[in-house]
């Protein structure tokens, strides 16, 4: 049983590039959902996609997009980097009363 | 606004003993389910165990278990028999409606090292 997969594991971006991170979800799963966790801290919501639909978002700007492929699989996008934006970015996957399971996540580094 | 609260920013626990990590909510939401997980160094969030707002009972998993008082809005995690693999930054979460298709919220964590 294939769990969530993500990549790149590790990430190195300037500050004003664009960058793209990809999940798929754990196998049986329609939803996704991306989080980003700074060091030190928690996870915070970034959003979530249902039926390749963005279905709830956090509290994050619009530098911050994402998508869902007809597969279930996502991608997040983040333009015009800033160096707050290096992070830990899980990608999680659930589906109707399931929990909620969390790939190994991308470390996005911007310098 | 759903609010998940840690107040023991670091434990240390000997090998073999029990160790009770904290975990208090805040929610308006009648309906709603928590999560504990665990992050090792490598950075991967580890599913443990969840307690729905309407179970009846604690739940377990293995050496994992939830203390879930509703009434006082805590769900502290109980790890019996600490391994030294335990040792990891340990999350509660929570999310309203026991729905899959809803956001998590996360505390800020506590980091368990357990000594031999």
């Known amino acids: 049983d294939a769990g969530v997969t993500q990549s790149p594991t590790h990430l190195i971006k300037t500050r004003g590039q664009q960058v793209t991170l990809r999940c798929s979800p754990k196998?049986?799963?329609?939803?996704v959902s991306w989080y980003q966790q700074a060091l030190g801290q928690g996870p915070q919501f970034i959003f979530q996609?249902?039926?390749?639909?963005?279905?709830q978002r956090g509290n994050f700007p619009d530098r911050f997009s994402g998508h869902q492929f007809p597969n279930y699989s996502s991608e997040l996008n983040v333009n015009a980097l800033l160096l707050g934006d290096s992070a830990l970015y899980l990608c999680?996957?659930?589906?109707?009363?399931?929990?909620?399971?969390f790939g190994p996540g991308t470390r996005l580094t911007v310098l | 606004a759903q609010k998940i609260t840690q107040t023991q920013p670091g434990m240390f626990v000997q090998e073999k003993e029990a160790v009770t990590l904290d975990c208090t909510y805040d929610?308006?939401?009648?309906?709603?389910?928590l999560f504990w997980y665990k992050q090792p160094s490598s950075g991967e969030m580890i599913f443990l165990i969840y307690?729905?707002?309407?179970?009846?009972q604690n739940a377990t998993e293995g050496r994992y278990s939830l203390n879930f008082q509703k009434a006082r809005k805590s769900a502290n995690l109980v790890i019996s028999a600490s391994q030294l693999g335990d040792s990891a930054m340990y999350f509660c979460?929570?999310?309203?409606?026991?729905?899959?298709?809803?956001?998590?919220?996360f505390g800020s964590g506590t980091r368990l090292q357990v000594q031999p």
């Open positions: 196998s049986g799963h329609d939803t």
């Open positions: 979460a929570m999310r309203d409606t026991d729905t899959g298709r809803r956001a998590l919220t």
């Open positions: 307690q729905g707002s309407y179970d009846q």
């Open positions: 929610t308006s939401d009648p309906s709603y389910g």
């Open positions: 996609y249902y039926e390749e639909e963005e279905r």
């Open positions: 999680g996957s659930g589906m109707g009363t399931d929990t909620q399971y």
